[in-house]
């Protein structure tokens, strides 16, 4: 009898970790999907807001300086960005509450007044903020702690991307490269299942793209998008330098963030007089639909991380994966073309590559591809992901995230 018991315990243990997380994981999907939409329509909102008063341009200084005042009032609460959010997801050190309307107001400031900047860091911000605090509430441990984080990350980049099952590798993976925690793939899908259901039921309408894609397996195609892939690779690698650069030069040389506000969204409004358009200011998305039409111009890409960096580096919030889908495409479009690609299919191939090459995450960069563009071709996209990942190194978006092991020779990596 006694070993009946022995023997029952474990699977016990097995059913009541996941009854724990089924009902841990809903409740945080359900609030952060439900935070995701609101945060989406606050989005559309000002996008339209900008689009139909040009003149709110002018006014992105003041709101560069309001982000500078927010963020200096509440500097008493710690570190407050995305790479404080990928760190917690590895050691489950504290997060504010006060990231929630902290990232949700300055990007929305951002969008309103045309800085060019994404969403997804506000994603994993609020996600992350509400995760952790979640787990206070639950008097999770630090193991739990550092599960939940991941589980709230991945919940609102599902509700506003529309893609639960890459949201859910993409917060397993981003942490530690190479080294998953396969605890938190549970509480991860579920969250992010539950936070799209919760974006359906609202209306939001999946990140999605309509690409004719080549299925003929050939070995020319094949080698025209190892080398596209390799391209993307190197892009990756001067995208992530020119923010890490940026963030430190501009520091260097405007201490003060409030002026350093003020001088990012004078040089925003600078730069967008001598392009004559306004395709780079906000996130872009119309000019990515574009690129997946096969139309791209050929300085797009360049265009687009100079703004970004102007952007993100003087204060201004959102984040830098939507601006990565508008290098990859807009770069794929149009060296795809040159290589004898399809510009369709090289945009498609370059929005995929681009992001597993500054994200490092190669896993959740080949189901982006499969939930975005139907599943279709995804031999291209997976040999794409993996000379992406290989070629940008240790390059990343995140300075805090960590490499288990060397892409080189896989030693395990110590530092």
Excluded at 84 to 100: F, T, Y
Aim: net charge positive; hydrophobic share 55%.
């Amino acid at each position: 009898m006694e070993s009946i018991k022995k023997g029952l315990r474990l699977p016990l243990e097995y059913i009541k970790y996941f009854i724990k997380w089924l009902i841990c994981a809903t409740v945080l999907g359900l609030i952060c999907g439900f935070v995701g939409v609101v945060f989406h329509k606050g989005l559309d909102t000002v996008a339209e807001l900008n689009g139909n008063y040009p003149w709110l341009l002018y006014l992105l200084p003041v709101g560069g300086l309001v982000i500078a005042l927010m963020y200096f009032l509440s500097e008493r609460f710690g570190k407050l960005d995305t790479n404080h959010v990928v760190a917690s997801a590895q050691s489950g050190e504290k997060i504010s509450i006060i990231m929630m309307p902290l990232i949700f107001v300055g990007t929305l400031i951002t969008h309103l007044l045309g800085g060019s900047a994404g969403r997804e860091g506000a994603a994993l911000q609020l996600g992350g903020s509400a995760g952790y605090n979640l787990g206070k509430i639950f008097r999770f441990k630090t193991n739990d702690l550092k599960i939940i984080v991941m589980a709230g990350m991945s919940a609102v980049f599902s509700a506003l991307f529309g893609t639960p099952v890459t949201a859910a590798i993409f917060a397993v993976e981003v942490a530690c490269v190479g080294a998953i925690n396969v605890a938190a793939i549970v509480p991860c899908f579920i969250s992010a299942l539950s936070a799209y259901g919760m974006a359906v039921f609202f209306g939001l309408t999946p990140v999605s793209f309509s690409v004719e894609i080549v299925n003929d397996f050939s070995y020319v195609l094949l080698m025209k998008t190892v080398l596209l892939a390799f391209l993307c690779g190197l892009v990756a690698i001067v995208f992530c330098l020119a923010l890490k650069k940026g963030h430190i030069q501009t520091k260097k040389i405007l201490p003060n963030p409030f002026l350093r506000a003020i001088v990012g969204g004078l040089v925003i409004i600078l730069l967008t007089a001598l392009v004559g358009n306004r395709d780079y200011n906000g996130a872009g998305m119309s000019i990515i639909e574009r690129a997946m039409n096969g139309e791209a111009r050929i300085e797009a890409f360049l265009l687009k991380m100079v703004f970004t960096v102007v952007t993100v580096s003087t204060g201004f919030k959102g984040g830098e994966i939507v601006p990565t889908f508008f290098v990859g495409s807009t770069f794929g479009c149009v060296v795809g073309a040159i290589l004898g690609l399809n510009p369709a299919f090289g945009a498609a191939i370059g929005f995929v590559a681009l992001f597993c090459g500054v994200v490092n995450c190669p896993f959740a960069s080949i189901l982006l591809s499969v939930e975005v563009f139907g599943g279709q071709g995804l031999i291209f996209f997976a040999i794409a992901c993996g000379v992406s990942f290989f070629i940008s190194g240790k390059y990343s978006l995140y300075s805090t995230q960590h490499f288990a092991f060397s892409k080189i020779n896989g030693i395990v990596d110590s530092k």
